[in-house]
């Protein structure tokens, strides 16, 4: 039996040998020898740095100035101020140029668009303007001609009634005349509540000796372009301001009261101290026993020149 069972197992195994081969089974290669191919996977637009243009081009020039550089300030030099000066006042004045004489040229800083020459019922920038005061000998009479810094504007003016030029470390002698004006007005008229003036008539001469009596008058008359600006810078307060020439033009009714309810004031002169402060004296006059004076004192505060307090007497009748 067990000889029957061996025979068997050994015919198995000689069919099973004869059989068919069996074909070869494909082995995936590992992935570190070959990697699968990437698959692309697109980014967000917002993570797309921004494309940067390189070039060696230079940047392009900036557009060319039309005008020469002398077309934007044609006259620098004195020369030329002075050429044009004279050629003004021959023009102006109806001469030959080539009888003027030029006496003197300075560089100055004008107070006002005007060129310190104002004119009745003209509107003048308040701005320092920087430019040049020619001298001129017109057949023996001296003429001043005011020019700005490139002498496109130029203006003819009496020598002697020419206000002294300003640096920025200067005054407006119309702004500090306003002030202390507006001071006697509002504040300091000898009254216990403001009385509003309907009137109020300015002395074109000036007098130091109202803000301390006894004191030298050295009296001279108020620039005519302050005249008119003073004018301007008070326009505000409720009165009508008159320019009259001496105290004699001021109506008084029989007891020396200025008549319609009016005052008079009365200006010194603006003298710079050694601090760098103004002294100026003013003075109001309503009545025999209503009058005023004293001295104010001015200062820059915050950059523009305002009334700190007074100096001296202050006086009251």
Request: glycine share 6%; net charge negative.
């Amino acid at each position: 039996m067990k000889t029957l069972i061996l025979l068997l197992s050994a015919a198995l195994l000689l069919t099973a040998a004869c059989a068919a081969p069996v074909p070869p089974v494909a082995v995936p290669v590992a992935s570190e020898t070959l990697p699968p191919a990437p698959t692309a996977t697109p980014q967000p637009a917002a993570t797309l740095a921004p494309t940067v243009e390189h070039t060696t081009r230079p940047p392009e020039p900036a557009p060319p100035n039309t005008r020469p550089p002398e077309a934007v300030s044609p006259v620098t030099e004195p020369k030329a101020i002075v050429d044009a000066a004279v050629n003004f006042a021959a023009t102006e004045l109806n001469v030959d140029a080539a009888s003027i004489t030029v006496l003197s040229v300075e560089a100055v800083e004008w107070r006002n668009s005007c060129l310190g020459v104002d004119k009745l019922g003209e509107m003048c920038m308040d701005v320092i303007t920087p430019g040049y005061r020619v001298l001129l000998d017109v057949n023996g009479q001296p003429v001043a001609v005011h020019t700005n810094r490139d002498a496109s504007v130029m203006r003819l003016a009496d020598p002697t009634l020419t206000p002294p030029s300003l640096s920025p470390t200067s005054y407006d002698p119309a702004e500090i005349y306003a002030q202390v004006v507006r001071q006697l007005y509002t504040v300091d008229h000898t009254f216990g509540q403001p009385p509003l003036f309907p009137l109020v008539y300015l002395l074109r001469q000036t007098d130091d000796s109202v803000g301390a009596p006894g004191a030298p008058a050295n009296g001279q008359t108020i620039f005519p372009g302050d005249q008119q600006r003073i004018l301007s810078l008070l326009a505000d307060l409720p009165a009508r301001f008159v320019w009259v020439d001496s105290r004699d033009d001021v109506p008084l009714d029989t007891v020396g009261v200025v008549q319609e309810g009016g005052a008079m004031i009365t200006l010194g002169n603006i003298s710079q101290q050694l601090d760098g402060s103004l002294h100026t004296p003013a003075g109001i006059y309503i009545g025999s026993l209503a009058a005023g004076g004293q001295t104010y004192v001015l200062q820059v505060v915050d950059g523009a020149w305002q009334i700190t307090g007074v100096s001296g007497p202050v006086w009251i009748s």
